[in-house]
């Protein structure tokens, strides 16, 4: 019985959103999200299954967008000459914190989305890591920090990652800025970290992979 409504409020979702692209194109997903007062998680599962799927074949995506439009091809006639998306302005800033320590796949994915004002990116690394950001090509972005650590002390890294949120956290104290973090990495040593940044009145999501944060800041 509940996989049942699942599948039809899944399958309602999916009607809403085709249709919002189809009056509206293009879209990005947090506009979506906000105009249907659902998660971006679930616009964007939707999106990318039907896309790789083929279930919806005039589906597009532009991936040269930060994040990605999306639009359903129609017959030229009826085209919109609007092509850029106005971005909403408000005093909610987007955090991504990368654990570089188990982590080599995703900041090369995200710089590209610090050129938004909103969105800024913190990459924490270890001394002897040797990896995209470090190593090789470092971020061109002014919004995109690399912070290697300069202590051989295992876990200098992990302490650096706390300790600046938590900073951040303490900084927008007495202002109205709201913060999103969204820290990626495998290691379930951060979990206390998220009652933390709740209790100053922000918000916290784990991220193990690229696939799974991108629904979310896309």
């Known amino acids: 019985m509940n996989l049942t409504l699942a599948n039809i409020a ?4 999916g009607e809403s959103i085709l249709n919002i ?3 509206y194109n293009p879209h990005i997903a947090r506009d979506i999200a906000k105009e249907l007062n659902v998660n971006r998680q679930s616009v964007n599962s939707f999106l990318y299954n039907s896309f790789k799927s083929g279930k919806v074949p005039n589906l597009r995506k532009n991936d040269s ?5 999306w639009w359903l091809e129609v017959e030229e006639s009826k085209k919109e000459n609007k092509t850029q998306l106005t ?8 955090i991504i ?10 900041l090369q994915h995200v710089e ?15 001394m002897q890591t040797a990896c995209y950001g470090t190593k090789t090509r470092p971020p061109t972005s002014k919004n995109v920090l690399v912070r290697q650590s300069k202590s051989p002390f295992k876990n200098a890294a992990d302490v650096d990652l706390i300790w600046t949120t938590c900073d951040i956290c ?33 918000e916290l999501v784990f991220c193990n992979s690229w696939e799974q944060l991108r ?4």
């Not at 899944?10 to 979702?13: D, N, Q, T, V």
């Not at 914190?97 to 995703?106: E, K, L, P, R, S």
């Not at 303490?170 to 379930?188: E, G, L, P």
């Not at 629904?215 to 896309?218: C, D, G, R, V």
């Open 170 to 202: 303490a900084q927008v104290k007495r202002t109205s800025i709201r913060c999103v973090f969204y820290v990626v990495t495998k290691d379930n040593q951060f979990q206390s970290l998220k009652d933390n940044v709740q209790e100053a009145g922000h």
């Open 215 to 218: 629904e979310y800041i896309e």
């Open 21 to 23: 692209l189809s009056d």
């Open 97 to 106: 914190m990368i654990d570089g320590g188990n982590i080599h796949d995703v």
């Open 65 to 69: 967008d930060a994040p990605p439009t």
């Open 10 to 13: 899944a399958e309602k979702l």
């Open 112 to 126: 590209k989305y610090a050129d938004n004002m909103s969105t800024f990116v913190y990459f924490f690394a270890d």
């Open 87 to 94: 971005k909403e302005t408000n005093m909610t800033q987007t």
